[in-house]
């Protein structure tokens, strides 16, 4: 069994910045890509950012592009997302989940592991 914790959410102001960590233990996959989501209140769960195997390829929500980077580590089976620049519109619950692929895939179908969540909230 895999598992995932995230780390890293909490309270900021608009225009300020979070990095979240999500680390996979227990029976990982041998080659794995990972990704975010995230689900606010009364909405449905939405991708967010994600980042292949190698690291080499990365791919963006719409609504985040040029303010969050997903990047990862593969010694320490952990993938990290800087937020930057803020908005209440941000505010959420935001998972990490693996997907048994080399390639950065988008939709929540694809992933087979998912992290309990942390919350974001950004205050205006």
């Known amino acids: 069994q895999v598992q995932l914790v995230e780390s890293g959410g909490g309270l900021v102001q608009a225009g300020g910045s979070l990095r979240l960590s999500c680390a996979a233990s227990?029976?990982?996959?041998?080659?794995?890509?990972m990704g975010w989501f995230r689900q606010a209140p009364g909405r449905e769960r939405e991708f967010v950012a994600a980042?292949?195997?190698?690291?080499?390829?990365?791919r963006y929500a719409d609504s985040v592009k040029g303010r969050f980077t997903i990047s990862r580590d593969n010694t320490k089976n952990t993938e990290y997302l800087q937020m930057n620049s803020l908005k209440p519109e941000d505010t959420a619950i935001y998972y990490c989940a693996i997907a048994n692929t080399l390639v950065a895939v988008t939709h929540f179908s694809e992933y087979d592991y998912w992290g309990q969540g942390t919350q974001v909230t950004v205050s205006s």
């Open positions: 980042i292949s195997w190698s690291g080499g390829s990365t």
């Open positions: 227990g029976r990982t996959l041998r080659t794995y890509a």
